[in-house]
């Protein structure tokens, strides 16, 4: 069974940082290009952070550039999102997905085929 598991939301005042950890289960993603999405109470899913499946290649929301960094370790299965310069607007359930394998990756929400269950950042200003 294909899992992906979210971890390391929870409060922060702004200004502060968190880092989110993505550990895949079930089959490697080490050939998948793998994204963090994250969506905010009342409104739709949106594109945070993609990463290629060998790292090389990286796309950031421009409301996020800068202050956000996606990595993989593709011996661990793992994908992190380090977040430093948290804003309230940054309030939201993050997820984590993957791609099918060897395909590019995308900022598009349909190009994803495994999805996490999700973790609650919360900013507070």
Do not use: H
């Not at 994250?38 to 421009?62: H, L």
């Amino acid at each position: 069974q294909v899992q992906l598991v979210e971890s390391g939301g929870g409060l922060v005042q702004a200004g502060g940082s968190l880092r989110l950890s993505c550990a895949a289960s079930g089959r490697t993603f080490n050939n998948s290009a793998m994204a963090w999405f994250r969506q905010a109470p009342g409104k739709e899913r949106e594109f945070v952070a993609g990463i290629s499946w060998s790292g090389g290649t990286r796309y950031y929301a421009d409301s996020v550039k800068g202050r956000f960094t996606i990595s993989r370790d593709n011996a661990k299965n793992t994908v992190f999102l380090q977040m430093n310069g948290l804003k309230p607007e940054d309030t939201a359930v993050y997820y984590c997905a993957a791609e099918q394998a060897w395909v590019g990756v995308s900022r598009s929400l349909s190009a994803y085929e495994y999805w996490g269950q999700g973790t609650q950042v919360t900013v507070s200003s």
